[in-house]
């Protein structure tokens, strides 16, 4: 979001306008490091759900090449912030005000640097949410989004979609009709207690 408010900033501009040596263009370029860092990464961020020696490169790498970035745009945030005006100050203010939650992917080797991802998720359901039919009522919009989840987090925990939500239907109703309790913590897409065979191929 950061980034976007810059690059909104371009493409409002004219076509022949310069910004070589503008702020935009400083800003653009401290992300643009940040992002360079992140990519060579990207292997790692991958594996860092299940392996604890990505996660501690992650930690190391972006204390000692993200943070100095880091560091250096707030810096630059704080300087320039008396001296320009419009998209260009909302787009600093903005970087000031979210700086807490901006730099929490330095301490956290488990989270991205950006929200892509959720959003890509989110995005099927937001798209054909007006489409489906039970969406019309606030009981219906609960249930569909609480399958939606489920289904976008077992893809996100690498798991064969079809075959776990049969899975979690078939167990909960053995236990129901067993009257006993389901085990939900056992039924949650990051269970280890799953069998194998719901796991696609890593």
Known sequence: HV???YTDIV?????????KGS?????????????????ELNNKIEAAFVDEQSLAEILATRQQQSLPICDEYFKWCRENRSLVSGKLLNAINYSL???TKLRIFL????CEIDNNRA???????????KAWLFSNSPRGASSSAMIFSLIV???ENKLKVFDYLLYV???????IAADRIPNLKALVPWSEHLPTFLHTSR
């Open 11 to 19: 493409a409002s501009l004219p076509k022949d306008a310069q910004i």
């Open 119 to 129: 959003e890509r998720s989110i995005k099927p359901f937001v798209m054909g949410r």
């Open 107 to 110: 301490e956290n080797p488990s």
């Open 3 to 5: 980034r976007r408010c």
């Open 169 to 175: 239907l078939q167990s909960m109703s053995s236990d």
């Open 23 to 39: 702020h935009t263009e400083q800003a653009l370029k401290m992300i643009g490091r940040l992002y360079a860092v992140e990519k």
């Open 97 to 99: 005000n979210e700086e």
């Open 153 to 155: 987090t077992a893809k």
